[in-house]
């Protein structure tokens, strides 16, 4: 009988063991790590993009009454000055000074401040800020439910107020505009609410950091801007 080569069944030695494991558990670390880090990024991304969604249907909600404001009144005012300013906009219109459908009364018709048939027509916007999260809402005074929430994590919202159309630059890092400029290239001044004519719409939306500066995959904090140009159709503007 041909005696057995004990070399040939010899194991890894118990430092081969460590050594081994040690490598493994290090790349298994740095796959995880990295995989963390890249659905971190993916949910920013995410929320990001729900974000916009419903700031611009928001956005597009408020320049379409906002331009409507005034309709049916008698000295076209259709912004409330004592209640509206940079952060919030008060409007009026008189929406059933028309209808014929015959379910809205002469009382509806011929004013503002009947409850529920004159719902839309005194409508205020503006962001609450409940529990560190903003809300861009949106008031309507007669109403059955008078608070709805157009969109949520909102950094800002600012309402500029001109006499005539402007140009301007967009300055999305401080969450404003700037060197507005009417239609001959000229600096055009603000004006109080209740002389505007033509209202620029801002809102601001911030998007967070993810991890630390000089680390692998860290995004930077920044903010996005969505505008919106109202011409006040009711306030004889002129100048488109």
Not at 92 to 105: E, H, P, V, Y
Request: proline fraction near 4%; aromatic fraction near 8%.
């Amino acid at each position: 009988m041909e005696p057995i080569n004990q070399k040939n069944q010899a194991g890894f030695s118990l430092m081969e063991l460590i050594i081994a494991l040690t490598i493994t558990l290090t790349v298994m670390s740095i796959a995880v790590t990295m995989l963390a880090r890249t659905i971190k990024v993916r949910a920013r991304e995410n929320e990001h993009v729900d974000e916009l969604g419903d700031v611009q249907r928001g956005l597009n909600i408020m320049s379409r009454e906002i331009a409507n404001a005034g309709f049916n009144l008698l000295d076209n005012k259709g912004i409330v000055a004592a209640d509206s300013n940079a952060h919030a906009i008060r409007i009026r219109a008189n929406l059933n000074k028309f209808d014929t459908t015959g379910t809205i009364s002469s009382a509806a018709k011929n004013g503002i401040g009947v409850p529920l048939e004159d719902a839309g027509e005194d409508v205020t916007f503006f962001v609450n800020d409940t529990a560190n999260t903003n809300y861009l809402a949106r008031w309507d005074m007669y109403a059955a439910t008078k608070g709805t929430v157009l969109a949520n994590r909102v950094d800002t919202i600012g309402f500029y107020y001109f006499d005539r159309k402007v140009t301007y630059t967009q300055d999305p890092n401080n969450c404003q505009i700037t060197s507005p400029l009417n239609d001959a290239g000229v600096s055009q001044a603000y004006v109080t609410p209740d002389n505007a004519k033509f209202v620029v719409i801002l809102v601001c939306i911030g998007t967070p950091a993810v991890g630390t500066p000089g680390s692998p995959g860290y995004q930077p904090d920044s903010h996005t801007l969505l505008i919106s140009d109202v011409a006040l159709r009711n306030s004889n503007l002129n100048k488109y």
